[in-house]
């Protein structure tokens, strides 16, 4: 942490307060637990080997044409290009979640505009968190600009793995003295203003449990750093490290607080629509104007935004809701069937096209296998070929000057 515990009288006499014990965001209006029938088993099934192979198939066939030959000539073409056809992919979640499980999504809070570039953050309450800032980002015209900072080993999925090497996200080790040259390294190339950023942040580092929450109470309880009950003290260098690098690109920060309406929902529950019944969803946006610049200043921000984030959970304890609900319409399900026949009669046309057309098909998909493999193994995302002479060029007038 960047803050020390002398820096303010108060914060060390919020860290003594006595501990509360952490607790569960729960509804208490006894909405019932979907039961996993044999009907939602089987269209769970299917809904995972759809998922699977629509993934792999836009991967194999459009990861290379998206997002290694137009990046030959330039980057933002090349987003704009991969944003465009993995939005298709991407929108598929919000579909099943919101159409398919029929799980209500209730969005609070200030309604922000379309097509910001934002640094997202969010607290952490289980594994399938950032799925769901996918509704929102579907909402805003952003879903194929959304990017996120993810522990590298969710970097070796299969074919997800390739998805997220494509998509451009951020992994890292949790080891701060290795993160943060990559971490540099690839916001550096998120500064250009013409391309719309959603940059997903959870500053908690991973999701909460009650005894991580414990061992977060008791070290904030010894530098003096305030007591949460509902999440955990989130970190700071990594937050810090986005502002400090693209503070002058971007419109605002976007404050989301999650909490979740039977249970927290793992992948699985999703894939078979058991859980959650109702997702909440609260959004603060704060112009970049508003968000401090030096480190020990924005680490504090940090955690009294996590303060907030704690007392919004507590109240949804309490009242079943967060403050200010109905900021988002609902999704159009005729875009949704659209944009679900979209995806699934390409899949089935490259299908097609693979096992029962010419051998070239199946000889670019092996080709496509080795490159997505390989690039993502190495974390290798090509130049365009006019910046890599002109910095050949530059190195070498450097060399004749010396």
Request: hydrophobic fraction near 40%; charge should be positive; proline fraction near 5%.
């Amino acid at each position: 942490m960047n803050l020390k515990s002398k820096q303010s009288g108060s914060s060390l006499h919020r860290g003594l307060e006595m501990v509360e014990p952490c607790k569960p965001v729960k509804s208490s209006h006894g909405l019932k637990h979907r039961p996993l029938t044999s009907l939602r088993l089987v269209r769970g099934l299917i809904c995972l080997v759809v998922y699977l192979s629509t993934a792999f198939t836009f991967l194999v066939y459009f990861g290379p044409v998206a997002a290694v030959l137009p990046r030959l000539v330039s980057v933002h073409g090349s987003r704009k290009v991969t944003s465009f056809l993995f939005s298709l992919w991407l929108a598929l979640w919000p579909f099943l979640f919101e159409k398919i499980n029929g799980t209500r999504v209730v969005f609070s809070g200030d309604v922000v505009p379309d097509k910001e570039r934002v640094l997202v953050l969010a607290n952490h309450r289980t594994e399938v968190d950032w799925m769901y800032l996918w509704n929102l980002a579907l909402r805003k015209g952003c879903l194929g600009y959304i990017k996120y900072v993810l522990k590298s080993s969710l970097m070796k999925l299969p074919i997800f793995g390739w998805g997220f090497h494509i998509l451009e996200f951020i992994s890292v080790e949790r080891k701060w003295e290795a993160d943060e040259p990559v971490m540099r390294k690839m916001l550096s190339t998120f500064k250009d203003p013409r391309d719309p950023l959603w940059l997903a942040l959870f500053p908690e580092g991973t999701d909460f449990t009650e005894e991580k929450c414990q061992k977060s109470q008791k070290y904030a309880s010894e530098v003096g750093l305030p007591i949460l009950t509902n999440v955990l003290l989130p970190k700071t260098k990594g937050f810090y490290v986005c502002l400090e690098v693209l503070q002058n690109s971007l419109d605002a920060v976007y404050d989301l607080t999650i909490a979740y309406k039977h249970q927290c929902p793992t992948f699985l529950d999703n894939a078979f629509g058991v859980d959650p019944s109702e997702v909440h969803i609260h959004v603060r946006r704060i112009p970049m104007e508003n968000i401090p610049t030096t480190e020990d200043e924005a680490s504090a921000w940090l955690v009294e935004t996590f303060k907030l984030k704690d007392q919004l959970l507590s109240d949804f304890q309490t009242e079943g809701h967060f403050p200010g609900e109905g900021t988002e319409k609902e999704l159009s399900t005729l875009k949704c069937l659209v944009n679900f026949l979209v995806v699934i009669s390409l899949t089935a046309m490259f299908t097609y096209l693979t096992f029962f057309r010419s051998i070239w098909f199946k000889a670019y998909v092996s080709l496509s296998c080795a490159y997505l493999a390989s690039a993502t193994y190495l974390n290798f995302r090509p130049t365009p070929i006019f910046d890599s002479v002109q910095t050949m060029f530059t190195a070498k007038r450097k060399k004749e000057v010396k």
